[in-house]
């Protein structure tokens, strides 16, 4: 069972940034984060390789968003600049049920999930 816990989120302006963390109780597994704006389905944001050499984005952030993790702090970042108001969502954190995983964009791949945090952009 790996227990996930998203921080950060809040309101800010277009082109400002954000920094998401998502604390893990363990974190030997691929993660990912995804997100969910109103009215719409679920779509992948960024995912990592359980050991962080393997990074993937969806077309819609690459360039603005960066993930990272950072083992040792079992945490999860996801640095966020140049926010536009299409990024407003409920971002969640999520990871893989087994641990050494790959990185991929598969929602359904990913067991265990956060509550997810707020991301508001005004324009």
């Known amino acids: 069972q790996v227990q996930l816990v998203e921080s950060g989120g809040g309101l800010v302006q277009a082109g400002d940034s954000l920094r998401l963390s998502c604390a893990a109780s363990e974190l030997s597994h691929a993660m990912a984060w995804f997100r969910q704006a109103p009215g719409k389905e679920r779509e992948f944001v960024v995912s990592?390789?359980?050991?962080?050499?393997?990074?993937l984005y969806a077309d819609s952030v690459e360039g603005r968003f960066t993930g990272s993790r950072d083992n040792a702090k079992s945490t999860v970042y996801l640095q966020m600049n140049d926010l536009k108001p299409e990024d407003t969502a409920v971002y969640y954190c999520?990871?893989?049920?087994?641990?050494?995983?790959?990185?991929?964009?598969?929602?359904?791949?990913?067991?265990?999930w956060g509550q997810g945090t707020q991301v508001t952009v005004s324009s």
């Open positions: 990592f390789s359980w050991n962080g050499d393997t990074t």
């Open positions: 999520a990871a893989e049920r087994s641990r050494y995983g790959m990185a991929h964009r598969l929602e359904y791949g990913f067991h265990y």
